[in-house]
Structures are given as C-alpha cells and as structure tokens.
C-alpha cells in the first residue's frame, strides 16, 4: 500500500488543521492506521491509531483530547484533526499502516507496529 499525507502547512497558535492520508493499492480496511510525528531535532513520537474498522481509537496520553484520528474506508483515506494548535505540535506528520495481527495491539504506539509508511507532511505552528 502507498500512502500520501497532504494537508499540513503554517497555522496561528490555537488553529485547526485537519490531515489527510489517501492511500492506494490494497484497501485501506486491511490495515489499521496510525500518525506519527517528529519535531525536529527529536525522536519520531506515536500520535494516534485506529483499527481497521474504526472500532478502537488509540492516542498518545499528551495528545488525547486535541487529536482525533478517523477514517472512511470507502474513500481510503485516513484524517488527523487537530485543535488548539501549539508551537511544539510543529512537526513532520506522517500517516502510517499495520497488516492486521493478533498482537498489533501491544505494539501500536511503537514503529515496529507499523508496515508502511508515507513521506510526512508538515505542520508549522506561529507563536
């Protein structure tokens, strides 16, 4: 599967942003998905995931409450929204998938969890 993240480019302190990861190739419902990001000069870091049929949604514990990730699956596409944008939510954002394992769940917030991945797209945030 490809994938292609689009939607990030420069926002205000306290905007929204709403990312976009269209995929191509096998369904978009034989994977769950995930977004990771990387700031610079720091580790890439785990955002959010969600199961192949929107069942379970997964964030990391600083993120839950201004992320939410979703997708429709008719349209092979996966979206992070994102509010009350802060300067250290400045990063390259990138959407990620996982062939569907019985132990995907004890990995989804690490890389190893994850198959493919797209090339990021960044978000820049003013303060």
């Known amino acids: 599967v490809q994938l292609q993240a689009s939607g990030g480019g420069f926002v205000e302190t306290g905007g929204s942003l709403r990312l976009s990861c269209a995929t191509s190739?096998?369904?978009?419902?034989?994977?769950?998905m995930g977004w990771f990001r990387q700031a610079p000069g720091r580790q890439r870091e785990f955002v959010a995931a969600?199961?192949?049929?929107?069942?379970?949604?997964y964030y990391s514990p600083p993120m839950k409450g201004r992320f939410t990730i979703s997708r429709d699956n008719a349209k092979n596409t996966v979206y992070l929204q994102i509010s009350s944008l802060k300067p250290e939510d400045t990063a390259v954002y990138y959407c990620t998938a996982a062939l569907q394992r019985s132990d995907w769940r004890g990995y989804y917030y690490t890389e190893s969890g994850y198959d493919y991945w797209g090339q990021g797209t960044l978000v820049t945030v003013s303060s």
């Open positions: 190739g096998p369904t978009i419902s034989a994977y769950h």
């Open positions: 969600v199961t192949w049929n929107s069942g379970s949604t």
